[in-house]
């Protein structure tokens, strides 16, 4: 049931929340707005870090997508998540990475790989007891990335 709510949320966000980003490829320039509240939720800039810290642990360990991870600096990955996420949250951060079409280039990113990234962000963010609902308002602000990232169909 979970998931399905949340796949109901990424496709609605997909769907209706990001016309405008259609021409856009840079990471920040996804303009859904985040509701109210949603950086104080994750904890701030120090729970966001906590948060992404532990994810990017498990992105490496995970069976079917660790591999991608394997040549990646993890601290550096978690540092530019959490502005990422910081800034898209509401909060006073500048995500200064590469963009989300840039830097996944080259890597063979199928929808399967973004489902299971999704599935092992979720793992993170009950670990860090973070409620469903902040969990998915996250989740939507993220989804319209994934015809960036995604570029294997
Ligand atoms: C909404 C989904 C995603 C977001 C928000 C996201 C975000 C990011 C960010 C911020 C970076 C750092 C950019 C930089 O180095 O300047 C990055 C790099 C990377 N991402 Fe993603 N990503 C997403 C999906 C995925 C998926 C599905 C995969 C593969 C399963 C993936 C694999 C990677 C890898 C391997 C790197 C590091 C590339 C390198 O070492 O140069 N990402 N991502």
Not at 47 to 52: D, E, K, P, R, S
Not at 77 to 103: D, F, H, K
């Amino acid at each position: 049931m979970k998931t399905l709510l949340t796949t109901l949320a990424l496709c609605a966000s997909a769907l209706f929340g990001t016309g405008a980003a259609l021409a856009q490829s840079n990471a920040t320039a996804y303009p859904v707005a985040p509701a109210a509240g949603l950086y104080q939720a994750f904890g701030e800039k120090a729970g966001l870090q906590a948060l992404m810290d532990d994810f990017v642990q498990r992105l490496a360990a995970d069976a079917a997508i660790g591999d991608q991870f394997k040549t990646t600096n993890l601290e550096n990955l978690s540092r530019l998540l959490t502005e990422q996420t910081c800034q898209l949250a509401g909060g006073p951060c500048q995500y200064s990475g590469r963009n989300m079409v840039q830097s996944h280039a080259g890597l063979k990113i199928t929808p399967a790989h973004f489902n299971r990234l999704v599935e092992v962000l979720q793992a993170s963010m009950d670990a860090k007891g973070i409620p469903f609902t902040r969990q998915n308002q996250m989740l939507a602000l993220l989804a319209p990335m994934h015809r960036d990232v995604i570029t294997v169909r």
